[in-house]
């Protein structure tokens, strides 16, 4: 057939007008975001969530989820990351599932996040004394006891557990669990139907 | 009154004011087809494919103001029907789809024909549900209908576990339907609308761009009104046409990837653009940081949030129905004594002409291959413009878009945003029925009408007298124009050997079938074809493989860098 001779290939030419969005994108600051939202507490309704985050590949850093003091509702937050255009579009496709009832990106003003750990040491010998203090300094507390072993809970923010963490010896830590975050607007933000 | 799962599904349809409902029977949907059997008020389409029961559904509701309905079975019915209704849900199409799931007891026991539908839909769907309790099936229809026609229209999947639909319960269909979750904005910011307005008013090198949300939204009216009394020029998105006159004056043609010089020229250039509708996709503008490089004032009117502000920043973001939206601006500016200035408008309309000038859709039709443009300009005018076209994805389909011209919306019905080969017939049947004795065609290549080419049993069976225009080149021509551009000529898996002799299939199934490859014969073929109301006729028109859609704008470069012609290259 007739092709058309052509001397240079220009899918291999350098794209200028993709190369600058590209680092358009990668100009845009990427700040953590803390979205909580309520959600009809029906089957499937976190596979919605979930779905959503890896469809369109989103962030999520963390996700909790249970009902809340109305049965029909859950509350979850999710700790995500993004520019501020990526937020904006993670909060507006949120709000259209069908079964969200309300989303508030709680980082846009004052809010408190708590997450809770248990951390499963090894406490023989001196190491013994030595959790049991860490436990104190960090308001920790012993919830198991065996001639081995403690099991610590700890909660705050991700900070304080991080640093938990960071400053017993990494060598005792048998196994660590984290719930990932609960947030809370400040004072008269509430987020109820 | 006490009824059966089964029984409930039907009452629900016919209270819904269903004609039509197309689907393929099985295992889990028997007692629901019993219960069709035993009434006459919502006809059953049976497909041969359940891929083309949605597509039908689709072609239905496009072409109508109604919500399509489609019915499968469980596991390989609803896996089949997954692409139909991803491309519903790419252009936003309101459709409700009820398949048959395995019994309540067997969800889970990897049972027989059973898959997870509603795990499987759930990215491709506006919302779905699975029904555990015979009590849910009526408010759950109800539910599903709402959903798919409000708002941002699309599908919505209803699963059905076989044993509900056996048991028992009294039935009510709800009147009304609430959902506390969702509630979509009707009527746009008043605010935000005079803002538009203002802005309108303002502009020196206006540009009005539309999409499928004014003829989904039935906004066509308003829009036309509108844009005639500003004097602006209109461009429309693929999913947009027959949404403003494509033979007015103040129509530049089809925008984007393969949009006509003056649209993008215009889209580029404008200093203020009212875009309705439309989402700003990537084979609309291009690059968006090029497109950004250009500075310009945008309002956007749109049903979803979500929509605005996506990959384009807009200045006056106006959420709510199109149609309420447009009404609204069209009573302030009538109500106004400002209009727009008329010096920079002509002197805009200047330049819109000049671009117009080249003429980018020219093409010389000689003695030799018929020329698919050719075809179509001809469909055209054998048709008065007065056809309902469908049509496949590719080359043809761009060729259909850009030289038939939609005088008006809802008549061009094609897969826009999933691009679905194998989508053109069977919307065909669904418009078809919708529209009974309205002059359908089918533009197809030889490519997509070989993905659903058993629906011409259906189209039998219901005496549908469907136009099928095949424009075979032999190759999977949009394929092979990239493979030509940007791949070095290297064809790689483009060519189909083997091509079935397809006025004999054609008959084979029934119908007439005839082949054209003089141009001379093009006119007259179609004239004959249109003729026969009774029948279809599949028309299988030889045209010049070499033939390449123009303009062109390679993907992901900017609207105003376009390959116009050959000689460009």
Partial sequence: MGAIQRTSDPSTALDAHWLRGLLAIQNKTIMRHVISLLIENEAGALSRVSGLFSARGYNIESLTVAPTEDASLSRMTIVTSGSDD??????????????????????????????????????????????????????????????????????????????????????????????????????DRVLKV | MVMTGAEIVIRCLQEEKVDYLFGYPGGAVLYIYDELFKQDKVRHVLVRHEQAAIHAADGYARSTEKVGVALVTSGPGATNAVTGIATAFCDSIPMVVISGQVPSAAIGQDAFQE????????????????????????????????????????????DIPKDITAQKCEFEYPQTVSIRSYSPVVKGHQGQIKKALQLLLEARRPMIYTGGGVVLGDAADKLTALARKLGFPCTNTLMGLGGYPATDPQFVGMLGMHGNYEANMGMHYCDVLLAVGARF???????????????????????????????????????GDVGEVLGELLAQLEATSERPHQESLASWWKQIDEWR?????????GEGLIKPQYVIQKLWEVTAGEAFVTSDVGQHQMWAAQYYKF????????????????????????????????????????????????????????????????????YLGMVRQWQELFHGNRYSESYMDALPDFPKLAAAYGH?????????????????????KNDLVFLDFQVDATENVYPMVQGGKGLTDMILSAEDL
Avoid at chain 1, 119 to 146: C, N, P, Q, S, W
Avoid at chain 2, 357 to 365: H, I, P, V
């Fill in chain 2, 115 to 158: 898959v997870d539908t509603v795990g499987i839909t759930r990215p491709c769907v506006k919302h779905n549900f699975l029904v555990r309790d015979v009590r849910d099936i009526a408010p759950t229809i109800k539910k599903a209908f709402y959903l798919a026609k409000t708002g941002r229209p699309g599908p919505v999947l209803v």
């Fill in chain 2, 512 to 532: 007439v079938g005839l082949r054209v490859d003089k141009p001379g014969d093009v006119e007259g073929a179609l004239r004959e074809a249109f003729k026969q």
């Fill in chain 2, 281 to 319: 996709d990537d084979r609309v503008i291009g690059s968006p940081d090029h497109f950004a490089s250009e500075p310009r004032k945008i309002i956007h009117i749109d049903i979803d949030p979500s929509s605005i502000s996506k990959r384009v920043k807009v200045d006056v973001p106006i959420v």
């Fill in chain 1, 86 to 187: 990526v937020v904006e579009q993670i909060t507006k496709q949120l709000n259209k599932l069908v079964e969200v009832v309300k989303v508030v990106d709680l980082s846009e003003s004052a809010h408190i996040e708590r997450e809770l750990m248990l951390v499963k040491v090894r406490a023989t010998g001196k190491d013994r004394e030595e959790m049991k203090r860490m436990a104190d300094i960090f308001r920790g507390r012993i919830i198991d006891v065996t001639d081995t072993s403690y099991v610590i809970e700890l909660t705050g923010n991700q900070a304080k557990l991080d640093s938990f963490v960071g400053a017993i010896d990494a060598g005792l830590i048998l196994e660590t669990v984290r719930s990932g975050i609960c947030g809370v607007g400040r004072g």
């Fill in chain 2, 407 to 474: 005088d008006k919306p809802r008549r061009w019905v094609n897969s826009g945003g999933l691009g679905t080969m194998g989508f053109g017939l069977p919307a065909a049947m669904g418009v078809q029925l919708a529209h009974p004795g309205s002059p359908v065609a089918c533009v197809t290549g030889e490519g997509s009408i070989q993905m659903n080419i058993q629906e011409l049993s259906t189209c039998k069976q219901f005496r549908l007298p469907i136009k099928v225009i095949l424009l075979n080149n032999g």
């Fill in chain 2, 357 to 365: 000038r080249r003429d980018c859709l020219k093409f010389t039709q």
